[in-house]
């Protein structure tokens, strides 16, 4: 396997108390690029991240981290924050973000410096002495996340890392994310929330019911459905009616269909030479909500935005 990749996942099957969690999962994170794993809860996007790190073992299949066969020989190169967070309570910032990069092998001193750095840069410098105990969930969130990324790693892996956080911190770990990328990191995170893999992420894993169901870049989710069309005419008839497409639907006075093959030029001209009045026509690109509806299906787009409203009134 070659390290255009920093990591590469094949056939993973995992299986908890005789249940199948993770069936078959096939992964490959190109290095330098920002890679999202969606998918609602219980998809199995953690149980994913745990074996691709080492934390537990496949009962199937292979995977290689940074090269690395056995994960856990990467572990200094790799920033991890897991699912369930937890800092020590009376550690202060600076501390607890140098104690996290002497955890992977980061010399203290060195790591009280770039904790006070990243403070400062991210407009904290009064937090750097405060204990952990007087901060807020999302705040105490954030200093976990600096000292996951403290020792500089090559890859980091974010399980649900934008869960928990309120606006102004789900904006400043997004900044986060494109900054480390564009300096050469690998970063992968999972998310219930299709909007961030969206906007963050160029490839992203869609995983339901513990398989892959697409693997590969946004666009190219997206690009399997048709854009959409909509219509609205002054005159409600007219000849015109026999170039719409087959499947235009009128809702509320608005036509609605796909975009033909043949683009939208001769029902245009139908529309002028009858004198139909075009009030509105519009083109519009289906979003990563589409795709993922037609990708993974109805039950489980309904489910993934259930997860995101509990998580937006577990923020509150
Ligand atoms: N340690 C475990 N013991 C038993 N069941 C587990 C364990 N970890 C995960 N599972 C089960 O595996 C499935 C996938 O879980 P998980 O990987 O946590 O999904 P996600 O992170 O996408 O929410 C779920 O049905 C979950 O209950
Ligand atoms: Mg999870």
Request: net charge negative; glycine share 12%; charged share 25%.
């Given at each position: 396997?070659?390290?255009?990749?920093?990591?590469?996942?094949?056939?993973?099957?995992?299986?908890?108390?005789?249940?199948?969690?993770?069936?078959?999962?096939?992964?490959?994170?190109?290095?330098?690029?920002?890679?999202?794993?969606l998918g609602p809860n219980g998809a199995g996007k953690t149980t994913?991240?745990?074996?691709?790190?080492?934390?537990?073992?496949?009962?199937?299949?292979?995977?290689?981290?940074?090269?690395?066969?056995?994960?856990?020989?990467?572990?200094?190169?790799?920033?991890?924050?897991?699912e369930?967070?937890?800092?020590?309570?009376?550690?202060?910032?600076?501390?607890?973000?140098?104690?996290?990069?002497?955890?992977?092998?980061?010399?203290?001193?060195?790591?009280?410096?770039?904790?006070?750095?990243?403070?400062?840069?991210?407009?904290?410098?009064?937090?750097?002495?405060?204990?952990?105990?007087?901060?807020?969930?999302?705040?105490?969130?954030?200093?976990?996340?600096?000292?996951?990324?403290?020792?500089?790693?090559?890859?980091?892996?974010?399980d649900e890392?934008?869960s928990?956080?309120?606006?102004?911190?789900?904006?400043?770990?997004?900044?986060?994310?494109?900054?480390?990328?564009?300096?050469?990191?690998?970063?992968?995170?999972s998310t219930h929330v299709?909007?961030?893999?969206?906007?963050?992420?160029?490839?992203?894993?869609?995983i339901a019911g513990?398989?892959?169901?697409?693997?590969?870049?946004?666009?190219?989710?997206?690009?399997?459905?048709?854009?959409?069309?909509?219509?609205?005419?002054?005159?409600?008839?007219?000849?015109?009616?026999?170039?719409?497409?087959?499947?235009?639907?009128?809702?509320?006075?608005?036509?609605?269909?796909?975009?033909?093959?043949?683009?939208?030029?001769?029902?245009?001209?139908?529309?002028?030479?009858?004198?139909?009045?075009?009030?509105?026509?519009?083109?519009?690109?289906?979003?990563?909500?589409?795709?993922?509806?037609?990708?993974?299906?109805?039950?489980a787009?309904r489910q993934i935005e259930e997860d995101r409203r509990a998580d937006?009134?577990?923020?509150?």
């Amino acid at each position: 396997m070659s390290s255009a990749f920093a990591i590469e996942a094949k056939g993973l099957f995992k299986s908890f108390d005789g249940k199948e969690a993770v069936s078959g999962i096939d992964i490959a994170v190109p290095t330098g690029t920002i890679y999202g794993i969606l998918g609602p809860n219980g998809a199995g996007k953690t149980t994913t991240i745990r074996m691709l790190l080492g934390i537990i073992e496949p009962d199937r299949g292979a995977r290689t981290l940074l090269g690395h066969e056995r994960p856990l020989e990467a572990a200094r190169e790799v920033g991890y924050l897991p699912e369930e967070r937890g800092l020590y309570p009376s550690m202060h910032c600076r501390e607890a973000i140098a104690f996290m990069g002497a955890l992977r092998g980061l010399p203290l001193d060195v790591g009280r410096k770039r904790a006070d750095i990243l403070l400062q840069q991210n407009g904290l410098g009064d937090y750097t002495h405060k204990p952990i105990k007087s901060l807020s969930k999302g705040m105490a969130q954030t200093i976990q996340l600096f000292g996951t990324i403290v020792h500089q790693p090559k890859l980091i892996v974010l399980d649900e890392p934008f869960s928990g956080l309120d606006a102004i911190n789900q904006g400043r770990l997004e900044q986060m994310i494109r900054d480390e990328a564009a300096s050469g990191t690998t970063v992968i995170f999972s998310t219930h929330v299709i909007h961030h893999a969206e906007r963050l992420c160029e490839r992203i894993a869609i995983i339901a019911g513990g398989q892959v169901r697409f693997e590969g870049e946004v666009a190219t989710a997206r690009d399997r459905l048709r854009p959409q069309v909509r219509l609205r005419t002054r005159a409600a008839d007219g000849p015109w009616r026999a170039a719409l497409p087959a499947g235009a639907a009128l809702r509320d006075g608005l036509w609605q269909f796909e975009l033909p093959g043949t683009g939208v030029e001769p029902l245009v001209k139908a529309l002028v030479d009858g004198g139909a009045g075009i009030e509105e026509l519009a083109i519009e690109r289906p979003g990563l909500h589409d795709a993922f509806v037609q990708i993974a299906g109805e039950a489980a787009a309904r489910q993934i935005e259930e997860d995101r409203r509990a998580d937006l009134e577990a923020a509150a």
